[in-house]
Each structure stands twice: as structure tokens, then as C-alpha cells.
């Protein structure tokens, strides 16, 4: 079982990172990860994934400072972004919505195979 | 006869003038008392608005302002007194729409409460209430600046507080239902197993610990833990916990000294607790160090003993050094650039309730970007 899409999760928690690598690997995705908003930048450089999995809450250079930067970029301005978070004010997700988020998800309330399915809803068919 | 009638006359004539007289003296009294009742009842009235906390002002229905109690500068902070509500509009600009809410409240005679208006660096509230007797428009301005602030922090407190406990649960769920999955479909990848059973593991450990921080945090706030007083050897906590340590520095290339400067003061405190400060300062200290060099140092200062731990580290921005005692915090103003996987950011809080419990404080002594931080505490010594 092969996917071309590539999965990007950003996530400076080491466990997350791990979990959502999982999920995702089992079912033949290409996962890319990083543990900061600068490191993801960087392999940005070189890759541009399919769909990109972002937390919030990251030391140095937050999720909205992450957006803020690749929506300025020709090259990631139209990458599919999903909020992966466990921030769950109002105002972060009213805030978040100027990015072009796809979705705002709270990672407690979803299961492995839920994450799944929000996660392939918004890749291409094509890229499937 | 006509001279009788004459003088008859002249005196109806003198006593008409002189009750006449009468009465106005009567009435000039009555005019004159009651004047003095109403200046007191003036005088009453502006010692009422004037002892109300905040900004009053009532204005008529032609938008002019018949009585304030002058705190303008006090709560707009602006050293003129505005005379119509088209003036009061100018203070606010474009920012507020005071006069539209006024003449809602006048033309419709209702009560207007606008909770929370951003004016400056404050927060306002502002209550319109129609006066019936004036046809007008009474207007209160107060400043909940404080108020407002708290508020925001503690729904900060409450979202933080729930990520903390979120992740925890998300990584423990997430994983054994990713293993229950595994185990189901016939994969057998022990490895991998072992491996979500680790994290799952780690987890529920890293949530249990944060409960707790949670609940201490909320006896200390509370004031409801009890310290114990007994003679604590200070030196040989601090060796305890270098101990405890030893074998995370050894993985991160960190070296330690113990300097003892004591000159052996008795301080009594509460063991397990001066402990759990020692413990917070050195595990932060090995923390944000990679390779390089944790001391610790005791020596008297006044009338009081000093232990300082200091580190190589990565030290902290001059910017950031006034956030790192407050609650949740990381020595970052953002709270978006939390680092969460670096504990909950309720170490120094905690300890700094703890050790001004017992009589010491705790601080930064100094920290530089790149090349690492001091903090020190202090107990006071028995004499």
C-alpha cells in the first residue's frame, strides 16, 4: 500500500509526533516531520507536502507566526493547512481563520482513524 | 368728621403697609430658607456624584451637559471639561460610538450597559440611563481595567490549564487505540508496539504530575498547606538532589559543583518542601543546558542563608525575565510560544509561593542570553 501524498506534522511534542507519524505510516503516507515552526521552513525548501498538520502552541515561532510566514511565500501561500491543536479558546479559532485554514481540530476529541479521515477529506483525489 | 375719616383712613392706609411689609419680610425668610435647603440639597447632591467612583455626567436632550461630577482626567484622563455629548464623541474618535448609545437610550428611554470598551491602555465600562424629570441622559464611566484583566487571565489560566491536561490524554488515547488497531489487524510490529505503550505510559505519568502541580498550586494560592518547622540541613538537601540529577547531566555533558559557604546557621523550614524548590531551580538549571556546567552555591546573606544554582545554559532574554515567575509562564510573553513539552510553567510560581510561605523569597540573580542564568532563594536563619 502507497500513497504519493506527503504528510507534514509540525509538533514540538515528541509524543504527538510520534503518534500522528504512526497513523499516518500504517496507511502508506509519506510523513515529513518537524519539531518547530523554523525546522519545518527549512524542509519546506525542499519539499512541498501534500497537506501540512500544524500544532499552535510551539516555543520560539508559534503556529500563527508559521502561517503568518508561508502565506506570504508564492510557494506554500496555497498548502493545505490543518490546526491541529489543543488550544481551544474562541478567539484563537476566529483568529486562525484569516490563514486559509482547512480545519481547526482539537486533537483530544479525535481518534486515530478520525484524524484520518478529516486529514484525507482535503487531499486532492489525484494526490491519493 | 372728615378729619376723623381722614385719620381712619391714613391708619388703614399704615397698617396696609405695614402687614404688607410683614408679609414680604415673611416671605423673604421663606425664600431665603428654603434657598439655604436647596443649596445643601445641592451641596448633598454634588458630595453624592462626586463620591461615585468613576466619571458622571448627565446630558439633555439637545446633547448638552447639565451636571458631571468632573472626574474627567481621573477616568478619560484629559484635563478640559467636554460641554456636549458631540465633544465627549471627540475624546473617543472613531474607536467608540458614545453618542449613537446615548441617543438610543434617549429616544428609546432605556438603560445601555456597554461592559468592556477599550479606551487607551484601559478598559471602560459605560452605563446610560434615561432621567426622566430632566429629559436626559445619564451617563457613568467607570474603569474595570483591573477587573478586565483578571478576567482575561483566568480564562488564559483555564485554557492553558485544559491544553495541559488535553495532551497528556490525547497521547495516551491516541496510542492505545493505534496498539488495540495493531493487535486487531494481525500487525505485529513489537517494536512499534512497545514503543506507543512507552508514550502511553510517559503520558499518563507527565498528567499525574501535572494534577498535582494543579492542586498544590491551588492549596499554596489558597493558603491551605501546612509547613512544617524543623531544623533543615540545607547543605546536604542540595547534595541530595545534585545526586538525583546526577545521571541526566551525565547524558547531557553537564558537570556540577557544590560550593558550601555556610557557616552552619540552624534554618527552620519545611524539609520536603525546601527540597521541592532546591529540585525546581536544579532541574531547570539541567533543563536548558546542553553540555556545560551546573553550581550550586550556600552562603549567609544578612540575616539570612542564600543558595544559588547557576547554570550555562541558554539564559534568558532581558525582555522575557519579568514573566518568569507568573503562572504558566516560560520566561514568554505569548503564550501561543509556550514550550509544553518543558513542563507545565508553574515551577517557579510554585516555588516562589512556597518559599515566601516560609519566611525567604526566591529570584533571578542574573541571566544572559547564551551564556546562562543564576537563580537564588533564601531562608530566613534561627537565631
Known amino acids: ?128 | 368728621m372728615e378729619i376723623a375719616l381722614a385719620a381712619l383712613a391714613f391708619t388703614l392706609l399704615v397698617l396696609l403697609i405695614l402687614s404688607h411689609i410683614r408679609r414680604e419680610k415673611v416671605i423673604n425668610k421663606l425664600v431665603e430658607e428654603r434657598t439655604v435647603e436647596l443649596r445643601a440639597e445641592k451641596s448633598k447632591l454634588q458630595a453624592a456624584i462626586s463620591a461615585i467612583t468613576g466619571l458622571l455626567v448627565i446630558i439633555d436632550q439637545k446633547g448638552t451637559v447639565i451636571l458631571s461630577n468632573h472626574k474627567y482626567s481621573e477616568v478619560l484622563g484629559i484635563n478640559y471639561e467636554p460641554s456636549t455629548i458631540a465633544e465627549i464623541q471627540q475624546i473617543f474618535g472613531g474607536s467608540y460610538d458614545i453618542s449613537g448609545a446615548y441617543n438610543v437610550a434617549l429616544r428609546q428611554s432605556r438603560v445601555i450597559d456597554h461592559s468592556s470598551i477599550e479606551y487607551k491602555e484601559k478598559f471602560l465600562r459605560v452605563l446610560f440611563a434615561p432621567v426622566q424629570d430632566t429629559n436626559g441622559v445619564l451617563i457613568l464611566l467607570g474603569d474595570v481595567t483591573e477587573e478586565e484583566l483578571l478576567d482575561r487571565a483566568r480564562d488564559e489560566f483555564f485554557a492553558i490549564a485544559s491544553h495541559e491536561l488535553r495532551t497528556p490524554l490525547t497521547a495516551i488515547q491516541g496510542n492505545l487505540a493505534m496498539v488495540l488497531e495493531y493487535i486487531d489487524s494481525g500487525h505485529v510490529d513489537h517494536l512499534k508496539i512497545l514503543e506507543m505503550l512507552k508514550d502511553a505510559m510517559n503520558s499518563s505519568k507527565r498528567l499525574i504530575r501535572i494534577v498535582h502541580d494543579f492542586l498544590d498550586l491551588s492549596r499554596l494560592e489558597q493558603g491551605r498547606v501546612k509547613f512544617e518547622e524543623q531544623k533543615v540541613d540545607l547543605a546536604k538537601l542540595a547534595n541530595e538532589v545534585l545526586i538525583e540529577y546526577e545521571q541526566e547531566m551525565k547524558t547531557k555533558n553537564i558537570t556540577y559543583t557544590f560550593d558550601n559557604k555556610s557557616t552552619g546557621a540552624a534554618v527552620f523550614a519545611d524539609e520536603d518542601r525546601v527540597k521541592q524548590v532546591i529540585v525546581n531551580l536544579v532541574s531547570n538549571a539541567v533543563k536548558y543546558t546542553q553540555g556545560g556546567k551546573v553550581s550550586v552555591v550556600l552562603q549567609p546573606l544578612g540575616e539570612m542563608v542564600e543558595l544559588q544554582v547557576s547554570d550555562t545554559g541558554i539564559g534568558i532574554e532581558p525582555e522575557n525575565q519579568k514573566y518568569l515567575f507568573r503562572k504558566f509562564q516560560q520566561a514568554g510573553r505569548n503564550v501561543l510560544s509556550r514550550d509544553t513539552s518543558q513542563g507545565t510553567g508553574l515551577g517557579l510560581y510554585i516555588s516562589r509561593l512556597v518559599i515566601r510561605a516560609m519566611g525567604g523569597d526566591v529570584y533571578l540573580v542574573r541571566s544572559e542570553p547564551n551564556s546562562g542564568s543564576t537563580f537564588g532563594f533564601t531562608l530566613p536563619v534561627k537565631k
Not at chain 1, 509519506?30 to 515552526?37: C, H, L
Open chain 1, 1 to 128: 500500500m502507497s500513497n504519493q501524498a506527503v504528510i507534514m506534522i509540525i509538533d514540538d511534542d515528541a509524543s504527538m509526533v510520534r503518534l500522528y507519524t504512526n497513523i499516518f505510516q500504517v496507511e502508506g503516507y509519506n510523513v515529513v516531520s518537524a519539531s518547530s515552526g523554523k525546522e519545518a521552513l527549512e524542509k519546506l525548501q525542499q519539499l512541498t507536502p501534500t497537506v501540512i498538520l500544524l500544532d499552535l502552541m510551539m516555543p520560539n515561532m508559534s503556529g500563527f507566526d508559521f502561517l503568518e510566514q508561508i502565506r506570504e511565500s508564492e510557494k506554500t501561500k496555497d498548502v493545505p493547512v490543518i490546526v491541529l491543536t489543543n488550544l481551544a479558546t474562541d478567539d484563537t479559532q476566529q483568529e486562525i481563520q484569516k490563514y486559509n485554514v482547512k480545519k481547526f481540530l482539537i486533537k483530544s476529541d479525535y481518534m486515530p482513524k478520525q484524524i484520518l479521515e478529516e486529514v484525507q477529506s482535503v487531499i486532492p483525489q489525484t494526490d491519493k
